[in-house]
């Protein structure tokens, strides 16, 4: 059996969900080999090494340099076939969505999207899937030979034991028609850490009073190497950009912690975020619906509570 | 301009999900049904468009008749017509492949619909339909304007967004903020009722991802309420209780 994991890159490393889903690929069993477009540092070949790919498929062709969905979807369904693949897995993304789908129609495979476990094989292919903006789950059966599994964060551990991958420099058949859209810029926060990656994230609500009191709550994921997110009417008042707001009509987040400071917990904001392994809500009405939901819970003002968490957590570490 | 609309019939965004027939099947009991908030963006952006460029709107849903009054609110919003092929919408493989059929006869400019169903979330048919029909599939889009045969569009990604220019015909799974809702008036809602609705049969295909059971998540056991003038007992049970710290 064989895998591919088509890994994606941010600043020459490999994103963490990606070698989530090279260790899930290979708890699957069989060779794991790695897809990967763009300049990759030695060491991001190294930690995909680790986490358990036997090879890796650097695709540096400059026609390729910009995300295009339909000639990076092309060059994973012809490494699929060259590396005599079965499976296809992919950490669910802007990028993973669309190639995942455009693949499963070009090789005819079954496709799993929002897959949070290892699949059941002990009679046919069972894999379990986040549903209802995870509310819920389904398990459902993959029918055919082919597999496309598409993970959501934190379906998998990390391994840090595998050896070095064979690099091989993969140079695809690229075809006019997969050039039809064209990326003329983009617009992205550096430095940051990236809200879906995250493995804590610190959300604000309009228990902030007004986005010049963000300082804290940055502070606060500075301390805690985490992402910071807002609630919907935060992003809708423009106090924070929309690629920060966390609910079930933004962006859904499955982090180890979620730390939530002056959001009352409306079901859609909930939605967004109840798959977190812990959830620690400060508000300072005892009566939040948030409370309900959350595994730690701090009653009290926010503005006296979140810079003296940051100063604690300081504190410990020293 | 033709444009066509793809619409899902899901839960209301505050339901709260159950199922019955052990756990098989979603309990629909108290339920409120409507278009799914992402596909209500993508409607709602075809209603501009057709107003600044002229052209008309097809919806089309993949579902059996409990979806008809849904399809009749995406009619009174302001599509022309609409399709209902007469199926269960199984997995995202099935519905894809009913879009493209109705779409390959249809000559469209644009096809909209939300970057995903809120009841399954895949976030996959427009790359499917894309895909099958030969065109880019974009998503999510967050902005689209129509210049000529030229669309500019804002997609969103991780971090930050995407600009991109590209020949329609082409596909776009909406998001927010690329339209406001439109909420039907009273003649909308009048003229919807004498609008075509055709109901069509699906086309052979299987679907190849089928669910067997569903699952609730466990309960949560409580909050541990600390006091806030004793974070550091909070600091000591993230990290040795929790271990996330």
Known sequence: ?318 | MKILVCITHVPDTTSRIAFTDGNTKFDKNGIQFIIGPYDDYALARAVELKEQHGGSITAINVGEAETEPTIRKALAIGADEAIRVNAHPEDAIFVAKQIASVAKGGDYDLILMGRESIDFNGGQVHGMVGEILGIPSISPVMKLDIEGNTAKVTREIEGGKEYLEIEMPFIAGCQEPIAEWKIPNMRGIMSARTKPLNVIDPTGDNPMNVVEVFEMPPAKSGVKLVEPDNLEELVKLLKTEAKVI
């Open chain 1, 1 to 318: 059996m064989s895998v591919l994991v088509f890994a994606e890159l941010e600043e020459g490393q490999v994103k963490k969900s990606s070698l989530e889903a090279v260790s899930y690929s290979l708890a699957l069993g069989g060779e794991v080999s790695v897809i990967a477009f763009g300049t990759m540092d030695d060491s991001a070949i190294a930690e995909l090494g680790k986490a358990g790919a036997t090879k890796v498929l650097k695709v540096t062709d400059a026609k390729l340099a910009e995300n295009n969905i339909m000639a990076y979807s092309s060059a994973v369904a012809e490494a699929m076939e060259k590396e005599g693949a079965d499976f296809l897995v992919l950490a669910k993304s802007s990028l993973g969505d669309p190639i995942s789908a455009r693949v499963a129609i070009k090789v005819g495979a079954a496709l799993g999207s929002n897959v949070v476990d290892l699949p059941d094989t002990s009679s046919g292919f069972k894999v379990k899937s986040s549903i209802y903006t995870g509310k819920a789950y389904a398990v459902s059966e993959l029918k055919g030979d082919k597999k496309i599994l598409v993970l959501k964060k934190n379906a998998a551990e990390i391994k840090e034991d595998g050896g070095a991958p064979a690099v091989e420099e993969f140079t695809p058949a690229t075809k006019d028609e997969d050039f039809k859209a064209k990326v003329t810029s983009t617009d992205k926060a550096t430095g940051d850490v990236l809200l879906p990656e995250a493995d804590i994230v610190v959300s604000g609500g309009r228990g902030l009073k007004g986005p010049e009191n963000w300082g804290m709550i940055e502070e606060l994921a500075k301390e805690l190497g985490a992402a910071t997110g807002c609630s919907k009417p935060v992003s809708d008042m423009d106090w924070r950009p929309h690629h920060e707001h966390v609910g079930q009509t933004g962006i859904k987040v499955s982090p180890s912690l979620y730390i939530a400071v002056g959001i009352s917990g409306a079901i859609q904001h909930l939605a967004g975020v109840n798959s977190s392994k812990y959830i620690l809500v400060i508000n300072k009405d005892p009566e939040a619906p948030f409370f309900k939901a959350a595994d730690y819970g701090v009653v009290g003002d926010a503005f006296d509570v979140v810079p003296k968490l940051t100063e604690a957590i300081k504190a410990q570490r020293s």
